[in-house]
């Protein structure tokens, strides 16, 4: 089976977890914590770097340290991960969904003043799948209505704007390095910013807001921290960033150039003004008349071929729904369409250009047994 995604493990990090056990630093404590925090965002180009223990965690703290809370509202993408709305549902606010471009899947910022109220208070940007979003235009709506933005950069370490890194146009840009992430430590996430004050309360609210004497709490708090072994491993993996973003960008264009030609899917977009970095390489078909989304993915499945459905609409799901007022819940059509035919093939880093053929090659199959 060709997997959907396999970490790229090729430096230091075996040396460096080693190093961990051999000092007896395994939890949050140890060198490595704060080296991948001044490295990763050095890397990025902010001033702060606040780890943690995942994506979804970082967007909690990032709402949490700009003062969201009950009764706030939050502009969200419609289709994304459900870790973006869940981190406003966490904080007591109610997440506002906006539907997708239907040429690179991200937020259209087009809907989102017709959606901002006087509780509206950030909006959270979720470039998805490696394509930046149309930052010039959400932060020019963010400042006219005076509002926070929050960069989920998760599917972006290394992507580009009009050559400025994503992660560096809002208040808190954060990331997450699951396994299957382009820098990825098994488990984590960081917090960046420019901001001192931000940074201190993140610091803070990671750590269970400990205060002076040290088993004094201020505020409520929570243990978001990262572990020094998964900070090794993500020292390592900055140490060579450059080569795990090209690898995936190497692969989408092979993919494309292979793909094409068959005229059956709708490709990765990449506008001129950026640099998509193909987290993962979505395509989605043109004609689900002839097949679903879910056949054609499970005929890949019997012929060695692994793949991952697109998000599920944050506006469809049921949780959402029982958590929001209906009338705040508007359609999606173009996250909805997306989500019935859409999906990903294998797009890890370590994929060579032979099992990225053999990917064409049964998808070719699939299609001529139609």
């Keep these: 089976m060709i997997p ?20 007896g630093w395994i939890s949050s404590g140890g060198k490595y914590v704060k080296r991948f925090e001044e490295d990763f965002a050095k890397f990025v180009g902010l001033k702060h770097g606040i780890s943690n223990s995942n994506g979804t965690t970082a967007l909690h703290l990032a709402v949490e340290a700009l003062g969201i809370g009950e009764g706030d509202e939050v502009i969200v993408p419609d289709f994304t991960m459900m870790a973006v709305p869940n981190s406003v549902f966490y904080a007591g606010a109610t997440p506002i969904t906006i539907d997708s471009e239907s040429e690179t899947w991200n937020m259209d910022p087009a809907l989102i003043e017709e959606r901002i109220t006087d509780k509206t208070k950030a909006i959270i940007v979720a470039s998805v ?39 560096t146009f809002g208040d808190i840009a954060c990331f997450s390095f ?15 910013t420019n901001d001192d004050a931000l940074a201190e309360e993140m610091r803070k609210l990671k750590n269970h807001y400990f205060g002076n004497p040290r088993f004094l709490h201020d505020k409520l708090g929570y243990n978001y921290r990262m572990t020094n072994i998964h900070a090794a491993i993500g020292v390592a993996q900055v140490e060579y960033a450059d080569k795990l973003i090209q690898s995936r960008i190497d692969n989408a264009q092979l993919y494309s150039k292979l793909l094409a030609p068959l005229d059956f899917f709708n490709l990765p977009a990449c506008r001129d003004n950026v640099k998509n970095v193909y987290w993962m390489y979505g395509i989605t078909i043109k004609d ?16 060695g071929v692994d793949t991952r459905s697109f998000f599920y609409p944050v506006s469809m799901q ?8 209906s009338e705040l819940i508007r359609d999606a059509p173009v996250a909805k369409q997306l989500y019935e035919r859409g999906f990903y093939l294998p797009s890890g880093g370590s994929l060579t250009n032979e099992q990225i053929e053999t990917v064409v090659e049964k998808i070719t199959e699939v299609i001529d047994e139609l």
């Design 4 to 23: 959907v995604c396999e970490p790229t493990l090729d430096g230091n990090e075996l040396k460096y977890v080693v190093d961990c056990m051999h000092t």
């Design 129 to 167: 799948y490696g394509h930046p979003a149309d930052m010039d235009k959400i932060m020019a709506i963010a400042k006219k209505h005076n509002l926070k933005v929050i960069e989920d950069c998760a599917e972006v370490h290394g992507a580009t704007y009009d050559g400025k890194m994503c992660g």
């Design 178 to 192: 699951y396994g299957n992430k382009i820098i990825a430590t098994g488990e984590g996430g960081m917090c960046l």
């Design 288 to 303: 689900t008349s002839k097949i679903s989304k879910e056949d054609f993915m499970t005929r890949l499945k019997e012929k």
């Design 318 to 325: 049921n949780s959402y729904k029982r958590l929001v007022d």
